[in-house]
Each structure stands twice: as C-alpha cells, then as structure tokens.
C-alpha cells in the first residue's frame, strides 16, 4: 500500500518536475522485514522509492548499514534510518544533507525542498546573506532536531 496518496504525488511530481540536475538520494538501512529491528526503516525506504518514482532526476541507492559500513563511515552516517542527499555527478557532489528517520510530516516538505535546491534550485538568498557566507573561513556543522509534539 503506497505511502502517498496521489494527490501529494502528483504535487512531488510537479515540484520536482523542474529539476535540470540528477540527485541521487542514498540510504542506510538494516533488518528491513527481518530480526534486526530499525524503527521507521522500511516505511523511509518505502517513501524514498515513491520521491524517487516521481522524477527521472531522482535515484535511490540503498545500502546495508553494517554491509557498508566503510561507506556509512564515509558519509558520516552513524544512525539509521538515514537519507544521503547528493548531487549527481562524477563524482557526486556531497554538500552534508542528511535526513535521520522518516522525513513524515514537517519533514516532508524540508525533504522535497532539499531535492528541488540540489536539483537547480536557486536558494533563495539575499545578496547580503551570499556575501556573508562567502566570508565562511572554516566549515559550520549545523543540525536541526525537530520533534512531533
């Protein structure tokens, strides 16, 4: 049974419909279905193929997180379930997005968002707000939790 019903796929196919880049979303699951337990792993991976399904632009990869250990370590994913948002590309172009759990409600839209900016989306910045990021002399790490209430 699908996650999505086709009213909101029909909206991710038309905010994704502009994308002029592949993404490649890359996730990290384990025990799907099996006796190793991973809250929410096989309803994200459920819903990343349904996103992905939706535009040619868009493809999934997923991977074991204690078979791919190395590449987990790699990309700093160190819980799952856990989406890996790239630029496509040789080499992809890893910009740190990364989503921890299902990306559900709230979620969802940051989610589709974060497709369209890889994608060929303008940001959306001031010119002020480029300028200053572009003074950056270390790289920032920034998280956001968020939390059902």
Same mark, same amino acid.
């Given at each position: 049974?699908?996650?999505?019903? !086709? ?24 025990? !799907?279905?099996?006796?190793? !337990? ?7 991976? !459920? ?11 868009? +493809? ?13 370590? +790699?990309? %700093? ?12 590309? +040789? ?27 890889? %994608?060929? %989306? ?24 968020? +939390?059902?209430?």
């Amino acid at each position: 049974m699908p996650i999505l019903d !086709e009213k909101v796929r029909e909206q991710v196919r038309k905010a994704l419909a502009d994308l002029t880049r592949p993404v490649r979303i890359v996730m990290f699951t384990q025990g !799907e279905g099996g006796a190793l !337990e991973c809250d929410y792993c096989q309803q994200t991976r !459920e819903l990343a193929e349904e996103v992905a399904g939706t535009s040619p632009q868009v +493809t999934l990869e997923v991977r074991d997180f204690e078979a791919d250990a190395e590449l987990a370590k +790699t990309y %700093g994913v160190d819980k799952i379930p856990a989406l890996v948002l790239l630029a496509d590309g +040789t080499p992809p172009r890893d910009v740190g997005i990364r989503l921890y759990g299902i990306p559900a409600g709230y979620e969802f839209s940051a989610f589709i968002e974060d497709l369209r900016l890889l %994608g060929g %989306g303008e940001p959306g910045l001031r010119e002020d707000t480029v300028r200053a990021l572009g003074q950056l002399k270390s790289p920032v790490h920034l998280q956001v939790f968020v +939390t059902p209430t």
